[in-house]
Nanobody, 112 residues
Framework: VQLQASGGGLVQPGGSLSVSCRAS????????MGWYRQAPGKQRELVAS???????NYVDSVAGRFTISRDNAKNTMYLQMNSLKPEDTAVYYC???????WGQGTQVTVSS
């Protein structure tokens, strides 16, 4: 199983960024998945999750700004991040529930 995260980078406060996670070696459409993030000196935390039926859930701090989605035909999960804040700076990881697989992480930095 491989989870390849991409799309991170540097963006100014108020800007937008999208990260993606492409999976291989699994029955992607059957999996519940999520995005987590870990800022320096802090614990890894859930950002958003999406079930295999497309039901989404967001942590309060990103609700209304971030959108999680998935494309089962491309075996890919996305996180669209709008109105980014400096406190969103972290390494973002994709995760497959039940199987407990983690992607390698992609850095998102929000700074002027």
């Amino acid at each position: 199983v491989q989870l390849q995260a991409s799309g991170g980078g540097l963006v100014q406060p108020g800007g937008s960024l999208s990260v993606s996670c492409r999976a291989s070696g699994i029955n992607f459409r059957a999996k519940d998945m999520g995005w987590y993030r870990q800022a320096p000196g802090k614990q890894r935390e859930l950002v958003a999750s999406i079930t295999n039926r497309g039901i989404t859930n967001y942590v309060d701090s990103v609700a209304g700004r971030f959108t999680i989605s998935r494309d089962n035909a491309k075996n890919t999960m996305y996180l669209q991040m709008n109105s980014l804040k400096p406190e969103d700076t972290a390494v973002y990881y994709c995760y497959i529930y039940n199987d407990n697989y983690w992607g390698q992480g992609t850095q998102v930095t929000v700074s002027s």
